[in-house]
């Protein structure tokens, strides 16, 4: 109990006196998790929309790939993009290995079947009158399309809420790729890890704790943005 | 617009819906399809607005000696008033503007054509307001403002006031009463009211088994 209320004190007198080396942590957290959703939703989306508009052959097994891996165990992922980019991986001469690239692609993959599977979901879900009356007013299919991409927004952005969860809270993955170097690739859970294993469980709580905030002050925008703007189709 | 239809035919699950559907609209008026639930009507409608494909049959836009080719072009001067309209969760404005945007009108060439549809089926006071807020009568008079902006020459309204009370199914019969005196559209419509077809129809069709009469 006392490490956990030290904890909160050391947390606050880090958010208030945040020293340039934590900064840079919780900087490249963002920054890694951040670019790792951008490029998970720059694929995931058109992915979701292609599975969810259009039929095809294995479409059924493309679907069920795409929520079996929603599961992905992060270490699992850590252990393939290590393989590939280590020195005698296939993209070893790269050199991307224990740099944020690495970790950016490491958690790419983790945020890649959540955004699709979910954009799927939040695509099939739009009632199918929405397409036939842009349809009925003069829409090409390329327009018909955007318009239920438009239609689906708040569920695309639950797809986009739920990934930034995962990423955020990664570690296994990013370990392994990352190797968690001071300066470089240390981003806050890896730290956590760290400080956990050296019993500097204070600041690992501190950690914690604004990793927490920070979350939650993500996902409280995003859950507004998504109240404020969710109708159900009459 | 003029359309010939002849002997269209449909079944879904291998359930005929439409047994051998032929009829002929000339340009101008109100045709009114009547006939009981589930008797056809919105499959003929579909399929005449080219919303979905007959199994067999043909349809003709056009004169017969300059018949139409079904392409975007064709589909762009007809629509279709669904009974379930199909409003986009935007703003009233946004849903009257959307035939307009999607022809690559710019937004300040919407505003004038969006503000005379919408004060033409009573919405113009809402124009900013969020579309799925509005009563299930003015939705469906959205969706003939959405319609009427585009200026199609050929206008399809499936059952407009199934679901809306006497209100404004007053008010969507006196707005289809205006349309058919400015005279721009071929408008086709289906119900199941017959005394709504005496009061707005020129012409009234009747749908049994999957098949039209004149009547």
Same mark, same amino acid.
Request: some cysteine; glycine content about 10%.
């Given at each position: 109990?006392?490490?956990?209320?030290?904890?909160?004190?050391?947390? +606050?007198?880090?958010?208030?006196?945040?020293?340039?080396? *934590? +900064?840079?942590?919780?900087?490249?957290?963002?920054?890694?998790?951040?670019?790792? *959703?951008?490029?998970?939703?720059?694929?995931?989306?058109?992915?979701?929309?292609?599975?969810?508009?259009?039929? %095809?052959?294995?479409?059924? *097994?493309?679907?069920?790939?795409?929520?079996? *891996?929603?599961?992905?165990?992060?270490?699992?992922?850590?252990? %393939?993009?290590?393989?590939?980019?280590?020195?005698?991986?296939?993209?070893? %001469?790269?050199?991307?290995?224990?740099?944020?690239?690495?970790?950016?692609?490491? =958690?790419?993959?983790?945020?890649?079947?959540?955004?699709?599977?979910?954009?799927?979901?939040?695509? $099939?879900?739009?009632?199918?009158?929405?397409? =036939?009356?842009?349809?009925?007013?003069?829409?090409?299919?390329? =327009?018909?399309?955007?318009?239920?991409?438009?239609?689906?927004?708040?569920?695309?952005?639950?797809?986009?809420?739920?990934? +930034?969860?995962?990423?955020?809270?990664?570690?296994?993955?990013?370990?392994?790729?990352?190797?968690?170097?001071?300066?470089?690739?240390? $981003?806050?859970?890896?730290?956590?890890?760290?400080?956990?294993?050296?019993?500097? %469980?204070?600041?690992?709580?501190?950690?914690?704790?604004?990793?927490?905030?920070?979350? +939650?002050?993500?996902?409280?925008?995003?859950?507004?943005? =998504?109240?404020?703007?969710?109708?159900?189709?009459? | 617009?003029?359309?010939?239809?002849?002997? !269209?035919?449909?079944?879904?699950?291998?359930?005929?819906?439409?047994? /051998?559907?032929?009829?002929?609209?000339?340009?101008?008026?109100?045709?009114?399809?009547?006939?009981?639930?589930?008797?056809?009507?919105?499959?003929?409608?579909?399929?005449?607005?080219?919303?979905?494909?007959?199994?067999?049959?043909?349809?003709?836009?056009? /004169? /017969?000696?300059?018949?139409?080719?079904?392409?975007?072009?064709?589909?762009?001067?007809?629509?279709?008033?669904?009974?379930?309209?199909?409003?986009?969760?935007?703003?009233?404005?946004?849903?009257?503007?959307?035939?307009?945007?999607?022809?690559?009108?710019?937004?300040?060439?919407?505003?004038?054509?969006?503000?005379?549809?919408?004060?033409?089926?009573?919405?113009?006071?809402?124009?900013?307001?969020?579309?799925?807020?509005?009563?299930?009568?003015?939705?469906?008079?959205?969706?003939?403002?959405?319609?009427?902006?585009?200026?199609?020459?050929?206008?399809?309204?499936?059952?407009?006031?199934?679901?809306?009370?006497?209100?404004?199914?007053? !008010?969507?019969?006196?707005?289809?009463?205006?349309?058919?005196?400015?005279?721009?559209?071929?408008?086709?419509?289906?119900?199941?009211?017959?005394?709504?077809?005496?009061?707005?129809?020129?012409?009234?069709?009747?749908?049994?088994?999957?098949? !039209?009469?004149?009547?």
């Amino acid at each position: 109990m006392d490490s956990i209320a030290q904890g909160f004190i050391r947390a +606050f007198d880090l958010i208030l006196h945040l020293n340039a080396e *934590l +900064f840079g942590i919780i900087l490249l957290s963002l920054k890694v998790s951040g670019l790792a *959703l951008l490029v998970a939703t720059i694929l995931g989306l058109p992915l979701g929309a292609l599975l969810g508009l259009r039929r %095809f052959p294995g479409r059924d *097994l493309a679907i069920s790939s795409m929520n079996t *891996l929603m599961g992905l165990p992060p270490v699992v992922v850590g252990l %393939f993009v290590y393989l590939l980019i280590s020195r005698k991986g296939p993209l070893g %001469f790269l050199g991307l290995l224990y740099s944020p690239s690495a970790m950016i692609i490491a =958690q790419t993959i983790l945020a890649l079947p959540i955004v699709s599977a979910l954009c799927h979901s939040a695509i $099939v879900n739009v009632d199918p009158v929405i397409g =036939q009356a842009a349809r009925t007013l003069g829409a090409t299919p390329g =327009q018909v399309t955007i318009t239920i991409i438009k239609e689906a927004r708040y569920g695309i952005l639950s797809s986009i809420i739920a990934a +930034f969860g995962r990423v955020m809270a990664e570690v296994g993955s990013i370990l392994i790729v990352g190797g968690n170097i001071a300066g470089y690739t240390r $981003v806050m859970t890896t730290t956590i890890a760290l400080e956990t294993d050296k019993g500097n %469980f204070e600041l690992a709580l501190a950690l914690g704790i604004i990793l927490l905030a920070i979350s +939650f002050f993500v996902n409280a925008v995003l859950h507004g943005v =998504q109240k404020r703007g969710a109708m159900p189709s009459p | 617009m003029k359309l010939a239809v002849s002997h !269209i035919k449909k079944a879904y699950a291998g359930k005929a819906i439409l047994q /051998d559907c032929s009829a002929v609209f000339d340009k101008g008026g109100i045709s009114v399809l009547m006939g009981p639930n589930g008797c056809g009507k919105s499959t003929f409608l579909r399929i005449c607005a080219l919303l979905e494909e007959a199994d067999r049959g043909e349809l003709l836009f056009g /004169d /017969d000696s300059a018949p139409l080719t079904h392409d975007l072009a064709l589909k762009r001067r007809i629509t279709l008033v669904l009974p379930r309209t199909g409003i986009f969760n935007t703003t009233v404005f946004q849903n009257a503007a959307y035939g307009l945007r999607v022809r690559g009108r710019r937004p300040a060439e919407v505003a004038g054509p969006v503000r005379e549809a919408l004060a033409f089926v009573g919405l113009e006071q809402k124009k900013d307001q969020q579309a799925r807020t509005l009563s299930s009568g003015e939705t469906q008079r959205l969706g003939i403002a959405r319609a009427l902006i585009i200026e199609p020459e050929m206008l399809f309204l499936d059952e407009p006031t199934a679901s809306v009370d006497q209100e404004n199914t007053a !008010i969507i019969e006196s707005i289809i009463l205006d349309m058919k005196k400015q005279g721009r559209s071929t408008v086709i419509m289906a119900t199941h009211d017959r005394d709504q077809a005496e009061r707005l129809a020129d012409r009234v069709l009747v749908m049994n088994r999957g098949m !039209i009469e004149e009547r």
